[in-house]
């Protein structure tokens, strides 16, 4: 079964009316063997808050070292990001086989009326799939309410409700009183109901719930009545553009951190989830701490950029409108401008009413049949006082209009739905992936990747062979680029999946010539599908803006690959240029491929340990590398091989700090290889210009080091660091994976003020994947240009080797043959042991390319 027919046959499940009960839910999973019975499960109701709270407890657990699933809804842009194991979405391989488990027990209840919903079926989806991972602790968000919800099939052994308001009332009561009562029967058990309701509502909960802790902040009314909730939170308001001070204090145990969450609503979540953590597990305050900071959430009020201040919040009710204004309050800015766009079932004059008044609103629609028509919406805020009202029939217009519009010191907000947040969020988030076709070989692959259908794969691995791009568009979009290609000659299939509400993959093939006129007809005639941005995207990844002095044909090969090395997004390098082209430090591999030297100052590294532990040894190591020619050096003072033990902060700094010092006037730049902002901070202030950062920014602190100083960031993706053996992880696309994952990583040290030039990728060689996905990562390190940002490949003596015939000692030629053809495939940076050897691997890689350009004798 290939991946758009399974999402399809769980999408058509739509068509089936929500019905109370968790009775079908039940039947499904006794069809599945009842893959819950293992697990322990959380469940988390409310009428706002929930979901940001499933996160926040969930990024805690993880942190106390568990493992732990997360089911949410609904998903922003792909349908898998609702389950996730320790983080990672649940594979597209993993939802077939899903789908071949159900489909003949779906399809014969239906044919006797009583087919499973799409959230009953995605409910016993998550359950399944966390069975089948054997997770320690599930989260789940309930979907409506708590009693006849499909979640509540499960008997949790810790449960909250974070809030009550009117909502979903024909399903749910009339009530804030009924409304609280069938949400309280999430109540486990065991233990007490964790929540953050007040007033008359926490009665109702405590009729139904019996044992109640409650969760907020300590209020003293007007009349002297005091409010002492069981655990108090403060909110200490914002820290950062980003991130706000909040405090939590139970009396037997209190914590102060910092939350990704902004609003005074998100300090009580945050405190719902860290009673619900110290319930259900081992976890210590400064693992809650850590967690709570690590939570991000994408779409929850969430500050893409300061100048002008550009903000996405999925609130989609009153209540939640009115925390986003309250929180946007705590901002300075002169003109706000509104992205509008919602359902046609929400209240959209409360809404107005509850949000900030704005100066310019541009109302929209989101690609769903559900979506309000954006001239209501118009009439909406017209009748709300706002001054100037339009309308855009595409979300990223409607934004591309307001940022047109907005100067640096306005504001930018969209809001209204989740999912015109996520389709805001492209305008960042989209990747459009460059193809190396060589044969028809590579071009079915390109075409299957993107579950292209069988037929169509065999009639168009042909045409593939010229220039290759794949990326990812709503389904009008994806409709319009391929008859706007196909009206150009060239060729565009799409995958079979094409819904409103799930992006499209498109595999897009022509001549460069048909590619540039593609670019031209988009940004001058098909704004209105919403594909200005798209445009752009295709004309970065294709380098069709080389200049007015020179064609595209002139600067490319007859494959389409650059005929010079290629920085971030395939744009030809200049010297003394960052890579994206705008301004900032001049890095060596802003016009070829820079080779970093590895100084491990440890006495366990894996290939080097031991030999380079002591000051004057080190040192030593360093001025031979840099005598031969290499331009980085990169000390680590902790290793990550498989099996390594953790070192204290203190120890790092020992062994670190002193190097950096030393050998901070060497003609190199100085990278220190650390896991800790505080490592990081100390190498920086000793005179370290890059920060390599193989954990993936898993300290919430590390992003905000990078910025303070201006340095370099290495963002490495790891599953784990220290590399634990023998972990199975589970890639659809090992390249397309670790693609998307390193894209959201990278979207958070923009958040914390880097910008991509300074922001170097490196796709993790041997940390958490296979010695077959290792060399597919190398076969395929052009792909990651699609991140706009420089790429490392990190692979020296690595076990890949062994793959060869190469063992433990005897790596040198293997690692030097893959620096070759690393530096051939467009990687920026080579992190290497062996540095006089692996120079001249780089040289006559980039000299095969460019003879007379690359000609260091001269």
């Known amino acids: 079964m290939e991946y758009h027919e399974a999402a399809d046959f769980l999408f058509d499940l739509r068509r089936f009316r929500p019905k109370p009960g968790t009775e079908s839910t039940a039947r499904l999973l006794a069809h599945l063997e009842n893959p819950h019975e293992t697990v322990d499960f959380v469940q988390i109701a409310g009428s706002n808050g929930k979901g940001s709270t499933a996160r ?393 990747e993107a579950n292209v259908a069988a037929g169509d794969v065999e009639r168009l691995d042909g045409d593939a062979v010229h220039r290759v791009v794949r990326t990812a568009l709503r389904d009008r979009q994806a409709t319009v680029l391929k008859e706007e290609l196909l009206r150009l000659g060239g060729e565009c299939a799409l995958s079979g999946l094409e819904r409103d509400d799930e992006p499209v993959d498109a595999v897009l093939m022509g001549t460069l010539a048909q590619f540039e006129a593609l670019v031209e007809t988009l940004e001058t005639r098909s704004r209105p599908h919403g594909l200005t941005d798209v445009a752009r995207e295709l004309r970065d990844t294709l380098a069709v803006d080389a200049g007015p002095d020179a064609s595209v044909a002139d600067e490319m090969d007859a494959d389409g690959d650059a005929t010079e090395p290629t920085g971030a997004a395939g744009r030809p390098r200049t010297p003394d240029r960052p890579a994206d082209g705008s301004s900032g430090p001049d890095y060596p591999w802003t016009d070829r491929t820079a080779v970093m030297g590895i100084l491990n100052v440890t006495p366990d590294s894996f290939h080097d340990g031991g030999e380079y532990d002591a000051l004057d040894d080190a040192v030593a190591r360093a001025e031979e590398m840099v005598a031969a020619d290499a331009d980085v050096i990169d000390i680590g003072g902790e290793s990550t091989r498989p099996g390594a033990d953790p070192v204290s902060v203190e120890e790092e700094l020992d062994r670190v700090v002193p190097v950096v010092k030393r050998i901070a006037d060497l003609d190199a730049l100085l990278s220190v290889d650390t896991r800790r902002a505080a490592v990081a901070d100390a190498a920086l202030e000793a005179g370290a210009d890059i920060i390599n950062d193989v954990s993936g920014l898993e300290d919430p602190e590390m992003r905000f080091v990078a910025a303070e100083h201006d340095a370099g960031l290495v963002v490495m993706h790891s599953i784990d660091a220290p590399v634990v053996p023998d972990r199975d992880v589970e890639y659809d696309d090992v390249v397309a994976d670790v693609i998307d994952q390193l894209s959201e990583r990278i979207l958070l040290a923009e958040k914390a003020g880097l910008d991509r030039n300074q922001i170097i ?30 790429v490392l490949f990190g692979h020296s003596h690595k076990s890949m080797f062994g793959q060869v015939g190469r063992e433990a000692g005897d790596r040198l030629e293997a690692t030097v043959a893959a620096s070759a053809l690393a530096a051939d495939r467009g990687a920026d940076l080579v992190r290497v042991h062996d540095v006089p050897e692996n120079v001249a691997a780089v040289r006559t890689a980039l000299a095969a390319r460019d003879p007379e350009r690359f000609d260091w004798e001269s």
């Open 56 to 448: 926040m407890l969930e990024r805690t657990l993880r942190e106390a070292g568990y493992s732990v699933g997360l089911y949410t809804s609904p998903h922003l842009e792909d349908l898998r990001e609702r389950v996730r194991v320790d983080g990672r979405k649940m594979s597209r391989a993993a939802v077939c086989d899903y789908v071949d488990a159900v489909r003949e027990y779906v399809t014969e209840r239906g044919a006797d009326g009583e087919s499973p919903t799409f959230f009953e079926t995605m409910t016993a989806m998550a359950i399944w799939q966390f069975g089948r991972e054997d997770v320690d602790i599930a989260v789940l968000e309930v979907g409506i309410g708590g009693k006849y919800d499909a979640t509540s099939v499960v008997d949790p052994v810790a449960s909250a409700v974070t809030s009550v308001t009117l909502e979903h009332t024909g399903i749910l009561g009339d009530t804030v009183a009924e409304i609280a009562r069938d949400k309280a029967h999430v109540a486990p058990a065991d233990a007490p109901l964790v929540t953050g309701v007040t007033g008359s509502p926490l009665e109702t909960i405590r009729d139904v719930a019996g044992a109640v802790v409650t969760v907020g902040a300590a209020t003293e009314a007007d009349d002297g009545t005091a409010s002492n909730p069981d655990v108090r939170v403060a909110y200490g308001g914002r820290t950062n553009h980003t991130e706000a001070a909040v405090s939590i204090d139970a009396d037997v145990w209190d914590l102060e951190t910092r939350i990704p969450l902004l609003g005074e609503h998100q300090a009580e979540n945050a405190g719902i989830a860290a009673t619900l953590a110290r319930q259900v597990g081992d976890v210590s305050t400064a693992e809650i701490a850590r967690g709570l900071r690590s939570a991000h959430w994408p779409g929850r009020f969430e500050v893409l950029d300061t100048e002008p201040l550009t903000v996405l919040d999925g609130a989609h009710n009153p209540g939640a409108c009115e925390g986003l204004a309250e929180t946007l309050g705590t901002y300075d800015y002169d003109d706000l401008y509104l992205v509008f766009g919602a359902m046609h079932d929400k209240d959209h004059r409360e809404m107005a009413a509850a949000l900030p008044t704005p100066d310019t609103v541009v109302t929209t629609e989101p690609t769903l049949d559900r979506a309000e028509d954006r001239a209501v919406l118009a009439d909406v805020f017209a009748d709300a006082g706002v001054g100037t009202v339009r309308t855009e029939t595409a979300v990223p217009d409607a934004l591309a209009t307001a940022l047109g519009d907005a100067g640096s010191d306005d504001c930018v907000l969209v809001t209204g739905s989740l999912f015109a947040v996520a389709e805001a969020r492209s305008r960042w988030t989209r990747t459009d992936v460059p193809k190396r076709v060589r044969d028809r070989s590579d071009a079915r692959d390109a075409l299957a």
């Open 761 to 790: 990728v490196d796709p993790g060689i041997g940390f958490g994947k296979s010695a077959s996905e290792n060399f597919e990562l190398l076969d395929r390190i052009d792909e990651f240009r699609a991140l706009g940002c420089p």
